[in-house]
């Protein structure tokens, strides 16, 4: 086990330094969203339109849930929908720079990578909360780096009102659904129209989101002004993904992805009965933990463990070769149908050494989509891991963001290779050196290719001076 107190002290410090302290929020304090009524919505909503503010709300955001940030931060409650088409309802959180680009907005992804509400960035977001979703805390370090560049930025609940984490259609069209609900709140964040141009992004569990809102723009939400999307450490296969997962150091990231798949929003009524028959009693646990946890505890809790066992359910690895599972499975492969083919920019980038998430998936998803006409330029990280690439590859992402509003994005597709990885800290410009150094100081926590990561993941939970702040 390593001590990470210094690097976030540093981090901790660089943003005192950087942000103003005097600011004025209002005094409600977070809910969790399990019990928060704004949550719930109205009676009648499901009448109502995709997209459509249910609720709204001035909120107190932050850093790692103590550090106030000085914007304007604004939630919505909206109606989106379920797998199988039915209404339901999630939250975005909107930050508002100072003097914001009145034109356009990013919307971010952050990968919250859990079946628990409690992980909810909308929740995760807010001043006083135990911050016990890293990934989040960290991803709010890139969101500021989009603020200090005059966006406005959207980061939604894309896993909707029960968290069904790894269910890829129902996080597209969240996503998809959030931007519709910004665009109608366009007069209150003083945008100037609500047609506003529109570039997606995330990484890893992000990018699943990513990735689906990609697919269904054209057939679930053709009218948005979407001009590019971004997306990195695709998991574009789960059955791929759950296979390099299980019995190694991130089999923590299984039974949330289970849990979320068996979601009354996403396939719960195909796969519970399932689960019903063959789970044991060790599998029961695994998958109540994971749906009243965050990835960090989940990740510690299962570490290193195999999940297809018949510790946990009697079919053991035949699991994957149980025709609901393949279906749902199948259902949520990027790339297998050209109907869900992007229709505007895609950039992609993924590590050949990815230790979570299989190269030749987002490989594969890339060479289906530009089969499929689609325009993409995906970039080939060949140092660093998983989760080292996502800030290595970041002048990367705010450069085609910034292309892509700019419609300077080359069409057709292109495949490129990254063989350095040092990262210059002035690569995203002097005024956010000091951002791009925390973020640099959080991937020292991580090593060379994600060793340490991969050496005693469990030391995140333990260590990391988040939890309980």
Known sequence: MYSRLPVWTAILAVLLAVLPTAFSRPTRRAED?????????????????PGTILRERQVNASFFGFIPDPVDAYQLLYRTTAVNGSAIATATTI????SPKTDRFVSFHTAYDSSSPTCNPSYQY?????QTGLISSVERLIIQVY?????IVSSSDYEGPDAAFAAGRIEGMGVLDSMRAVSNYHEKLGLSSDSPAIVGTGYSGGAIATGWAAALHASYAPELNVKGWAQGGTP?????????LDDSPFSGFIPPAID????????????????????????????????????????GNFFSQSLFSTEFQTLGPALLDDPTIQSVLNDNILGTKSDETPTV????????????????????????????????????????GHATTEVIALPAVVEFVEA??????????????????????????????????????????AGEKDANVQRDVRAWETTVPLQGV
Not at 33 to 49: H, K, L, M, N, V
Not at 126 to 130: M, R, W
Not at 285 to 295: D, G, I, K, M, N
């Open 33 to 49: 969203p399990t019990t928060d009524p704004f949550y719930q919505p109205p009676a009648g909503f499901e009448s109502q339109s």
């Open 147 to 151: 603020l200090e560049k005059g966006y």
């Open 236 to 244: 574009s296969n789960l059955t791929g993904t759950l296979l390099l």
């Open 345 to 384: 920019p895609v950039f992609v980038y993924h590590a050949t050494y990815d230790e979570i998430i299989p190269y030749d998936d987002a490989d594969r998803m890339v060479t289906s989509w530009c089969g499929n006409g689609a325009s993409v330029a995906f970039t080939t990280y060949k140092s660093g």
């Open 260 to 299: 979320g798949l068996s979601k009354p929003s996403a396939y719960g009524a195909e796969v519970t009965p399932l689960i019903e028959r063959i789970i044991t009693e060790k599998g029961r646990e695994a998958l109540e933990f994971a749906s009243t946890h965050c990835a960090v505890a989940d990740l």
């Open 126 to 130: 807010q001043l006083g909360v135990e």
């Open 95 to 98: 930050f508002k720079p100072k």
């Open 404 to 445: 892509a509003f700019n419609g300077t994005v080359e069409e057709g597709c292109s495949e490129d290779t990254e063989l350095d990885s040092l990262l210059d800290p002035l690569a995203l410009g002097v005024s956010l050196e000091p951002l791009l150094v925390a973020l640099l100081d959080a991937l020292d926590v």
